[in-house]
């Protein structure tokens, strides 16, 4: 555990010189966040205190950061690619070109790895998100619901960008619409999953639930994984060999899930299979 504290230490010290305001919040489960131990520990607020305080705040202004050497080998270097406000979910097309969301702007960014510039792909993008190319080579896109005044577009698309053509594959649930979908998955078979938590406001929720959801190769969506297996899902990645789903479960809240989770795609529960 000490190693643990010297690296939270060290973030501390890195970070207060470059922050303005906001609420530094301690988790019961930070300490299995440094040190690769099991989330089932003792409250951070037993354990000795860095340098600042219960509730020091701290807003990073990533822009303005340097290469944060503590925590890098010496022999490796790290440079921006490119720079925009609010950057989610790249995604490598065949041809090496790297798309990503911009959120902030609402728009999907292309970075050309070989000129080294950046153009805007599409604008609005619906408050994209994660964004991933199916094995066809399709972009699958998550239209999310943050940083902006509920403009988002809440779907999930998929775009040929052969013929520029653009499909929803869904937008609603239940006729309920999606929270804000953040992240996506697929298979090789045509399965999807995506994850679809709220962490903007709450009061645009029409489910009440934060979910994993699943699109057969048919189209029909259904319901995952949700609470209370799960309490705010976000990234979701899929294992080399298509037997494990992975799971990020962060929830903001003090108290919440700081977990990722692994289900067995070919034995887990009918709702999880992907086969």
């Not at 020091?56 to 944060?68: D, H, K, N, V, Y």
């Not at 993008?125 to 994660?130: F, I, K, L, T, V």
């Not at 053509?165 to 298979?187: C, H, K, Q, S």
Request: aromatic share 10%; with cysteine; charged share 25%.
């Amino acid at each position: 555990m000490s190693q643990a504290l010297d690296l939270r230490d060290k973030f501390v010290e890195f970070v207060r010189p470059r922050a303005i305001t906001a609420t530094f919040i301690q988790s019961v489960r930070d300490d299995a966040l440094f040190s690769g131990e099991s989330a089932d520990v003792e409250p951070f607020a037993s354990h000795p205190q860095p340098q600042a305080t219960p509730h020091e705040t701290f807003m990073i202004q990533f822009q303005a950061l340097s290469t944060p050497d503590d925590f890098l080998a010496d022999s490796h270097e790290v440079t921006p690619a490119t720079t925009v406000a609010f950057t989610e979910g790249p995604a490598a097309a065949a041809d090496g070109a790297v798309y990503f969301s911009d959120i902030s702007n609402n728009r999907i960014m292309r970075f050309d790895t070989k000129s080294g510039r950046q153009s805007v792909w599409r604008q609005p993008s619906g408050r994209a998100n994660g964004l991933l190319f199916d094995p066809q080579g399709r972009l699958l896109a998550c239209e999310g619901n943050e940083f902006g005044d509920n403009d988002g577009n809440r779907r999930i698309t998929r775009t040929d960008l052969t013929t520029g053509n653009m499909e929803v594959l869904t937008e609603r649930f239940e006729g309920a619409r999606y929270n804000a979908p953040n992240d996506i998955m697929a298979t090789t078979n045509g399965f999807i999953f995506f994850t679809d938590p709220c962490y903007g406001d709450r009061s645009t929720m029409e489910t009440p639930h934060e979910s994993v959801y699943r699109i057969d190769p048919a189209g029909t969506v259904t319901r995952a994984i949700t609470q209370p297996d799960i309490e705010r899902p976000n990234g979701i990645a899929l294992s080399p060999d298509e037997r494990t789903l992975y799971l990020v479960d962060s929830c903001p809240l003090v108290g919440g899930n700081r977990k990722i989770w692994a289900f067995d795609l070919k034995t887990g529960k009918s709702a999880i299979s992907a086969s």
